[in-house]
Nanobody, 119 residues
């Protein structure tokens, strides 16, 4: 059973920074891509940032220039550096990873970590 464990959430003032971590129970090289999603109260879960096995990254427009996704294969850990945080960034952040099999996508999720940005 693949496990993803997030850490690093918390309460921060607007303009501050946080760094989220997502530790995988298997080698990060096993995944086709890893990413961060977030879900605010009464809103749908949305993709924040993603990094593919080849290192290609993509970001939601709302976080471009402020957030940076990265990963450390040696530690099987993915990170999300969040700078210039805004109250609108308040949400539960979820780590996601997937790999592709024949006609199948294997999707894994962490338990989520709360990020609260005060104004």
């Amino acid at each position: 059973q693949v496990q993803l464990v997030e850490s690093g959430g918390g309460l921060v003032q607007a303009g501050g920074s946080l760094k989220l971590s997502c530790a995988a129970s298997i080698s990060a090289r096993s995944f086709s891509a890893m990413g961060w999603y977030r879900q605010a109260p009464e809103k749908q879960r949305e993709l924040v940032a993603q990094i593919t096995s080849g290192g290609t990254t993509n970001y939601a427009d709302s976080v471009k220039g402020r957030f940076t996704i990265s990963r450390d294969f040696a530690k099987s850990t993915m990170y999300l550096q969040m700078n210039s945080l805004k109250p609108a960034d308040t949400a539960v952040y979820y780590c996601n990873a997937y790999h592709l099999g024949p006609n199948t996508k294997y999707d894994y999720w962490g338990q989520g970590t709360q990020v609260t940005v005060s104004s």
